[in-house]
Structures are given as C-alpha cells and as structure tokens.
C-alpha cells in the first residue's frame, strides 16, 4: 500500500482525547478529531492505540543480522556444546558452516587444529563474539587458496602469520571477496525491524563493502527503512532513503590506535563535513577519544558508541564538548554478568552508564547493536529501565532510565541521536507506528507485541 490512508481513533502526543490522522504522498497532512474521509483512502481503525514516530536504532549492523540467520550461533553454549553443533552443522548457501559466537574465555582457545578435529570434511569459519577474528579449519583454507604452499604464501600476505594456525584477524572485506559470496539478502531484515516498528536504523559497520551491500539493498526495494550509513568511504547518495552519517571509527580495547594516527582519522572526517562515531569500551579507549577530540577539534554530531565504562568525571567530559552517547541496553541485559566478572573491580560501578549520562547533561539514545544486542526496541526500553542481567543482578541501580525518556531517545532524529523526539504532525513525514493501546499502558509493560502497524513515507509496511 502506497496509497493514501486514514487511522481513526488514535492517540497522539500533544492532542486530549483521540484523534484521526490522514497520511498523503508520504507525509502527515491533517491530525484532528472526526476527519472526514475520502474516497480512496485506507481507513485503519486505531481504537485508542498510540500513534507514534516509528522508532529508531541508532546504531546496529544489518548485513552481519542478515547473516547471522544462516549461522550457527554458539553464545551460551559450553566447549563441548560448540564441538557437536560444529561438527553435526548443516552448511550455508555457500557450502560453508558459518558459526558466531565464539568466545575465548566459554569456549577456551579455538584454532584450525581444534576445528579439524571436530569437523574435518566442511569447510567451517568461526567467528569471535567481538568480530574482530575468524577462526577456520585446514578444508576451508583449502577452499580459500591455501591448498598449495604458494596458495599459503599469498594468505599470509593477504591476512598475516597467523593464517597458519587458522587465525584470521580483522580481515572482513578480504574474506568476503576470497568467499565470493553473494551478498545476504536484506529482506528478512527489513521485515523483522517493520515488524518491531522500527523505521530508521543507522549501520554502524566501518568496512565499506557492508556499507554497500546495505546502499544496495534499500535501493533494490528489499529494506523499507531509511538508513544511515557510517562507513568512512560512503558518499552522499542518490536514494531519498540513504544517508551519509557520521564516519565510524573503532578504538579498539585490545590494541589502543596511535594517537596522531587517531587524530588524523577524526581530522580527515570532519574536513569532509562529517562527525565521527568513536567505538570506546574502556576507561583508556574513551579518554584517549576525548584527547584525540580535543586535538582535531570537535565538531556538531560527533559521538561516542557503547560509552561501557564512564564515571561521572567522564560524563561531565563529554557533556562539556556537546558529545552525543548512544548505548545499548540490551547488552547490559545479555551480558551484564560477564562485564561484572571481566572488568577491574574499580570499574564496576562505572558500566554501561545511562542515567548519569543524562544528569550530567549528555545526549543519549539507545540501540540495539544488532546483531550483538536484542534488536527489538522494546526489549531494549524493558533492559534500560530494569538492567536486570540473567543471573538476575541490576547492574548499576542507579543507571535505570524511565520508559518515556529511553522512547524519547529511539524517536530522536537519524542525525541527532538524543535529540528531540520527532513528532505527528502536519507536514512531517509518515514515518509512523500504530500501537494496539495508549502509551502510558504500553510503557509499563513494553512488548513487541503491541505493534500493530508500522507505516514508512506512508506506505503500510507491517499490520
Ligand atoms: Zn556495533
């Protein structure tokens, strides 16, 4: 549906009572009690439901969601549980076993070795939880060259010495070419994000090949939403959908950048009219962020991604340079407990800051970090509001945020994350979501469920 569309009785913020809400060419043209309706309009009963913005994730990875759906996920699962799924796995489009999940400290030290053992017939890559590492065994080296001492010479120029032992680190963009993979379709993608009400998503992936396969995708038509891409070779685009955001830069914990070299790189975005998103999960990372910032200078927009581990000095840091932080309930819900047991004891009390982010004046918004975090943004306001993890401890009681103000934040602008929320109303897009109660009601118990409609540029996408 593209056309036209009315929904009666819905509830709509700054308006007593219900109201109707007439949606033309894609835009918001009249809200008020008791319109009249037209011939060819969709008539939608709202029956006092909410009738919101649709929401925003201001910061998730859509061609790894896409992928993860034709992979073996092993978070949670124990050594020996990882060593029969890999070795009973069913293989991929691609004749791969694709497995994600893999964590050093659940699963003990993984190499080609280890996986030859369990499966030695298929070729299977494993992916470390952080991204960073695959791990493949000895058939599929073959597969991708490596059947020939020369062919083993060309990985180890093309990924580095640990190629031998199976280990290849931070080498995507190579694998995905040496794979010769199709990209994944985004459809499944788009469909579960409409189904979440979800309208706007910015792609937080730094490589430019994931960037691509995304620009690909909305402009085929297989995602609805508007997005937002922050890889740094993405370029002002020709779709009304696509945008170019602030330009992703991942400060790594384990291997901290060289401070002129990171200055370099936020030097490099702002001079062509882009923010940066700095990925900072430590202390060090995000105070050597706040220095490089300080160092290029600082521009509107630029935000900090994650922010896991603030105290209030920090906070104050960042809300006196105007820097934006977007979080992600979720993971604290997901992972809270693993946080508490791997960090410095002193840092405890400085996890996945919310609420003390916002007293100190910073803007926050959270998102899913999907494929890694929940990505439904009800189940993120649910983890933001009780940051309760799964053996049932509240990480940082003090750092629970109010539904309303999370909401707040997954309504804020694509290009202003913790802004103001957007609005229904005349003039503005219909970019919308259709909720089965009033706000209030569905504020106390957030669910997925309560969706009942999300429309984008007017055109019904889900309900
Ligand atoms: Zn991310």
């Not at 990209?183 to 691509?212: K, N, Q």
Request: include cysteine; hydrophobic fraction near 45%; glycine fraction near 12%.
């Amino acid at each position: 549906m593209s056309g036209d569309a009315l929904l009666r009785d819905v509830s709509v913020r700054g308006w007593p009572g219900l109201v109707d809400c007439r949606v033309r060419g894609g835009v918001v043209v009249e809200v008020g009690p008791r319109l009249r309706a037209g011939g060819e309009e969709l008539v939608v009963r709202g029956e006092g439901g909410a009738l919101l913005p649709g929401l925003a994730d201001h910061h998730l990875h859509l061609a790894a969601m896409a992928a993860l759906e034709s992979s073996v996920d092993v978070s949670g699962v124990a050594r020996e549980g990882l060593s029969r799924l890999i070795a009973r796995a069913v293989p991929g489009e691609d004749g791969w076993v694709r497995v994600v999940g893999y964590d050093e400290v659940a699963h003990g030290e993984l190499d080609r070795d280890a996986l030859d053992v369990w499966n030695p017939v298929l070729p299977v890559r494993v992916q470390h939880r952080s991204g960073a590492l695959w791990v493949v065994n000895s058939t599929g080296l073959r597969r991708l060259g490596g059947d020939t001492p020369d062919g083993m010479a060309r990985l180890r120029v093309a990924t580095g010495d640990d190629i031998g032992r199976g280990l290849v680190w931070r080498a995507d963009a190579w694998l995905r070419e040496a794979l010769g993979a199709r990209p994944p379709s985004l459809r499944a993608v788009g469909a579960r994000l409409a189904r979440l009400g979800v309208t706007h998503v910015a792609d937080a992936t730094p490589d430019a090949g994931a960037g691509e396969v995304v620009a690909e995708a909305v402009r085929r038509g297989e995602l609805p939403q508007h997005v937002l891409l922050m890889a740094a070779e993405s370029t002002a685009s020709d779709h009304p959908r696509l945008s170019v955001g602030p330009v992703k830069l991942v400060v790594a914990d384990h291997e901290l950048p060289e401070f002129g070299a990171l200055v370099l790189r936020i030097r490099r975005a702002h001079a062509v009219g882009r923010p940066v998103a700095v990925h900072c999960v430590t202390r060090v990372a995000l105070a050597l962020t706040l220095a490089a910032l300080d160092e290029a200078g600082g521009m509107r927009g630029d935000r900090v991604e994650h922010c896991a581990v603030a105290d209030a000095a920090l906070a104050g840091e960042l809300a006196a340079r105007g820097i934006t932080v977007v979080t992600q309930p979720t993971l604290v819900a997901r992972r809270g407990d693993d946080y508490w047991a791997r960090v410095a004891p002193e840092d405890r009390g400085d996890l996945w800051p919310y609420a003390g982010l916002l007293r100190a004046g910073v803007r926050v918004a959270a998102s899913s970090d999907a494929p890694y975090g929940d990505p439904d943004p009800w189940a993120g306001l649910r983890a933001a509001v009780e940051r309760r993890t799964i053996s049932g401890r509240v990480l940082g009681p003090d750092e629970r945020v109010a539904a309303a103000t999370v909401l707040d934040g997954l309504l804020s602008a694509l290009h202003d994350p913790g802004g103001p929320p957007r609005q229904v109303a005349p003039g503005l897009p219909a970019d919308l979501v259709l909720l089965d109660r009033p706000l209030g009601e569905a504020l106390r118990a957030p669910d997925a469920g309560q969706v009942r409609a999300t429309l984008i540029a007017g055109r019904v996408v889900h309900g």
